[in-house]
């Protein structure tokens, strides 16, 4: 029996012992993990899947990336999905089309607008996601504009015509809660307050 949850912290080193089983170590030279680098993943969003004896045998994790407009200067964060990763063993049997729809159902539950990813159209077309072309948006080294999704949900503004992701990289902790949506943000504060209001007499 497969069940799936959010990410635990001790589950690092079974996630990257399932990405390397998955990808290989080359996977580090990919333009993907230069936007991940030293930025940690968005931790209420990333879940995993467990088989019955607990074993993390699927992954999915999103992380704030930077899209820079390369004729304005303008800057913008999106949620940039990946790695999804499945343990070779387990393949085919849908945990990877699980993993994505429920994210998916919470990322659109809590009010993100836009997705982006790197991936084969004719498979994550089923969950909404289409080329950013025309537009013309690449990784750093200029890798996979080819390549790029999008799916975006809403009243947002449009993508750039010529852009780049960059690794994202707030200048304090004020920028990194910007990247919540309004219905996280409000609900942690009423949390909060909660918290500090003393009980009545």
């Known amino acids: 029996m497969i069940t799936y949850g959010p990410e635990r912290p001790f589950e690092d080193g079974q996630i990257d012992q399932l990405l390397d089983k998955a990808f290989g170590p080359a996977r580090l030279m990919k333009a993907s993990y230069r936007l991940r680098q030293d930025v940690a ?11 019955a004896d607990g074993r993390v045998v699927g992954t ?8 820079r407009d390369m004729l304005t200067g303008r800057e913008s964060t999106t949620l940039y999905l990946g790695p999804l990763a499945v343990d070779p063993e387990t393949q085919g049997s849908g945990i990877g089309s699980s993993l994505m729809k429920k994210a998916l159902a919470k990322v659109d539950r809590l009010g993100y607008q836009r997705v982006m990813l790197v991936g084969d159209a004719a498979y994550y077309g089923r969950f909404g996601f289409v080329p950013v072309k025309p537009c013309h948006i690449t990784l750093p080294g200029g890798a ?9 949900r809403g009243m ?8 780049q992701l960059v690794r994202f990289a707030p200048a304090s902790d004020e920028a990194v809660a910007s990247l919540e949506p309004a ?9 909060s307050a909660k918290a500090v209001t003393p009980a009545a007499a």
């Open 41 to 51: 993943p968005v931790q209420h969003l990333s879940m995993v899947a467990r088989d």
């Open 60 to 67: 999915i994790r999103f992380w704030p990336v930077t899209v």
């Open 144 to 152: 996979d504009a080819d390549r790029l999704l999008v799916r975006q």
């Open 156 to 163: 947002i503004a449009a993508l750039p015509a010529v852009g």
């Open 183 to 191: 219905r996280l943000r409000a609900a942690k504060a009423s949390k």
